[in-house]
């Protein structure tokens, strides 16, 4: 048979890419739903502060974007800060970024959910009373559709494009001819010295950082590709939505609604631009719950003791049982009462999450980022190391500062907690190997991991 045209080939590829990426980026462009917000409520609704916030933000991210790209070159097939801390650090230093990821995966589901029940309050605020219920409902129902497996893939690229694609009519209307063109901008407390109050702001929005998972399946081009456009996207977004609310003054958002809900109000009015943005958030939003409610029962699996998965043999086997479409259905519901536990006890409300989730997610970044200082050490490259030492450092910074807010502490300690009980269980076992690979296997069908 003849080989496929070049045409065609390249036409292929860029629609498997185009795929894989929006699918990829459903965590981190979520985040925008909430986390410009909630730099907004630690200034105080100081509006003149929002962009110096964003855009260190978005440096931050940067640094630690052109970290990643080093880590997605020496790990192509996956791993991640697992596997890079295992290979730098030794294996026993494996389960620090292991336990947060966990934690991290919670939460993701979590915030997603409780951001998506916001999303439909803003739009439907006699459904109020409801939150927590409509919370629960939600995670059960997005729990129930990974029964399917990872069949839902397309689905979440098209979300995050619908999300895009909202985001700039919104923008678009609102920099051009905004229904209201001035709004009311709460302010609740002092800003106090404007860099002191942006330093100890702009930790709060590091959700943004959330990268996703970098599957297997992608290789080193198509995860260096979705770590470039993710950004890309990112920054458009964050700085777009934070320079409108700037524009239109628009501040702390009114009770039941949300602060991107109040600029895209206030840019298209009660129309139907408005119902799709909300929609398309609330459905971005579970397509990131949903992500995580894959990876985080496929981690599990992958360190289970299943004789038909890829499992490393720590943790008991019932957690490797999948179903015909290769759905760790345990793990889920691990997953699931998790997660309903936490969301209850935040009272259904995404922004009490947000340093939790932040803290769980540079945990992990931190161990990466060390990681690759200690290679480019070892391979003498100096100017490598310096990037890297920076971006160490800058992470470090972020945590220290939401760790002395105090109660961030719990995902410090869960992380603790979980990497330790993983440590005992693979001594245990007797240091299995593999498990700095772990990671490579979250996404894997039975079939393929047999």
Same mark, same amino acid.
């Given at each position: 048979?003849?080989? @496929?045209?070049?045409?065609?080939?390249?036409?292929?590829?860029?629609?498997?890419?185009?795929?894989?990426?929006?699918?990829?980026?459903?965590?981190?462009?979520?985040?925008?739903?909430?986390?410009?917000?909630?730099?907004?409520?630690?200034?105080?609704?100081?509006?003149?502060?929002?962009?110096?916030?964003?855009?260190?933000?978005?440096?931050?991210?940067?640094?630690?974007?052109?970290?990643?790209?080093?880590?997605?070159?020496?790990?192509?097939?996956?791993?991640?800060?697992?596997?890079?801390?295992?290979?730098?650090?030794?294996?026993?230093?494996?389960?620090?970024?292991?336990?947060?990821l966990i934690v991290d995966f919670v939460l993701t589901i979590t915030i997603s959910v @409780? @951001?998506?029940?916001?999303?439909?309050?803003?739009?439907?605020?006699?459904?109020?009373?409801?939150?927590?219920?409509?919370?629960?409902?939600?995670?059960?129902?997005?729990?129930?559709?990974?029964?399917?497996?990872?069949?839902?893939?397309?689905?979440?690229?098209?979300?995050?494009?619908?999300?895009?694609?909202?985001?700039?009519?919104?923008?678009?209307?609102?920099?051009?001819?905004?229904?209201?063109?001035?709004?009311?901008?709460?302010?609740?407390?002092?800003?106090?010295?404007?860099?002191?109050?942006?330093?100890?702001?702009?930790?709060?929005?590091?959700?943004?950082?959330?990268?996703?998972?970098?599957?297997?399946?992608?290789?080193?081009?198509?995860?260096?590709?979705?770590?470039?456009?993710?950004?890309?996207?990112?920054?458009?977004?964050?700085?777009?939505?934070?320079?409108?609310?700037?524009?239109?003054?628009?501040?702390?958002?009114?009770?039941?609604?949300?602060?991107?809900?109040?600029?895209?109000?206030?840019?298209?009015?009660?129309?139907?631009?408005?119902?799709?943005?909300?929609?398309?958030?609330?459905?971005?939003?579970?397509?990131?719950?949903?992500?995580?409610?894959?990876?985080?029962?496929?981690?599990?699996? @992958?360190?289970?003791?299943?004789?038909?998965?890829?499992?490393?043999?720590?943790?008991?086997?019932?957690?490797?049982?999948?179903?015909?479409?290769?759905?760790?259905?345990?793990?889920?519901?691990?997953?699931?009462?998790?997660?309903?536990?936490?969301?209850?006890?935040?009272?259904?409300?995404?922004?009490?999450?947000?340093?939790?989730?932040?803290?769980?997610?540079?945990?992990?970044?931190?161990?990466?980022?060390?990681?690759?200082?200690?290679?480019?050490?070892?391979?003498?490259?100096?100017?490598?190391?310096?990037?890297?030492?920076?971006?160490?450092?800058?992470?470090?910074?972020?945590?220290?500062?939401?760790?002395?807010?105090?109660?961030?502490?719990?995902?410090?300690?869960?992380?603790?907690?979980?990497?330790?009980?993983?440590?005992?269980?693979?001594?245990?076992?007797?240091?299995?190997?593999?498990?700095?690979?772990?990671?490579?296997?979250?996404?894997?069908?039975?079939?393929?991991?047999?």
């Amino acid at each position: 048979m003849p080989a @496929a045209p070049p045409a065609v080939r390249l036409s292929t590829k860029t629609v498997l890419f185009i795929a894989f990426a929006f699918a990829i980026m459903a965590d981190p462009v979520s985040s925008v739903a909430y986390t410009i917000e909630a730099s907004l409520r630690a200034l105080h609704g100081h509006l003149a502060l929002l962009m110096a916030t964003q855009i260190i933000v978005l440096g931050i991210i940067l640094l630690v974007d052109v970290n990643y790209w080093q880590l997605v070159g020496r790990f192509p097939m996956g791993g991640g800060s697992a596997e890079g801390t295992a290979r730098a650090f030794g294996t026993g230093w494996v389960f620090i970024p292991i336990g947060a990821l966990i934690v991290d995966f919670v939460l993701t589901i979590t915030i997603s959910v @409780a @951001a998506a029940v916001s999303a439909l309050i803003a739009y439907l605020p006699a459904l109020a009373p409801l939150r927590i219920v409509l919370g629960l409902a939600l995670l059960a129902l997005v729990a129930g559709l990974t029964w399917f497996g990872h069949g839902g893939r397309l689905t979440f690229a098209v979300m995050t494009l619908l999300f895009v694609a909202s985001s700039v009519a919104v923008l678009a209307r609102g920099f051009t001819n905004p229904v209201i063109a001035h709004g009311h901008a709460p302010i609740t407390g002092p800003a106090g010295p404007p860099v002191i109050a942006v330093l100890l702001s702009f930790p709060v929005a590091m959700a943004l950082a959330q990268l996703g998972q970098l599957g297997p399946d992608d290789r080193r081009r198509f995860a260096r590709g979705t770590l470039a456009l993710t950004f890309l996207i990112v920054a458009v977004l964050t700085i777009g939505l934070a320079g409108l609310a700037v524009r239109l003054h628009v501040g702390i958002p009114r009770p039941n609604s949300t602060q991107i809900a109040d600029v895209a109000y206030a840019a298209t009015g009660h129309g139907p631009t408005y119902a799709i943005f909300q929609a398309a958030s609330a459905l971005l939003l579970l397509a990131a719950a949903s992500s995580s409610f894959q990876a985080g029962p496929g981690l599990l699996k @992958a360190l289970s003791r299943h004789p038909h998965s890829a499992g490393v043999g720590i943790l008991p086997r019932a957690l490797g049982d999948t179903n015909r479409h290769h759905t760790p259905y345990w793990s889920v519901l691990v997953y699931l009462l998790i997660s309903a536990v936490v969301l209850v006890a935040a009272s259904g409300r995404e922004q009490e999450l947000v340093l939790f989730y932040a803290v769980a997610v540079f945990v992990s970044f931190l161990a990466g980022l060390a990681a690759m200082a200690r290679f480019s050490i070892r391979d003498r490259r100096p100017g490598l190391a310096a990037v890297n030492i920076a971006g160490a450092i800058a992470v470090t910074f972020t945590l220290l500062v939401n760790l002395a807010r105090g109660y961030p502490l719990l995902s410090i300690a869960a992380t603790a907690a979980i990497a330790a009980t993983l440590y005992a269980l693979w001594a245990r076992a007797g240091r299995p190997s593999g498990i700095e690979q772990a990671g490579r296997h979250i996404d894997d069908d039975d079939e393929a991991a047999g």
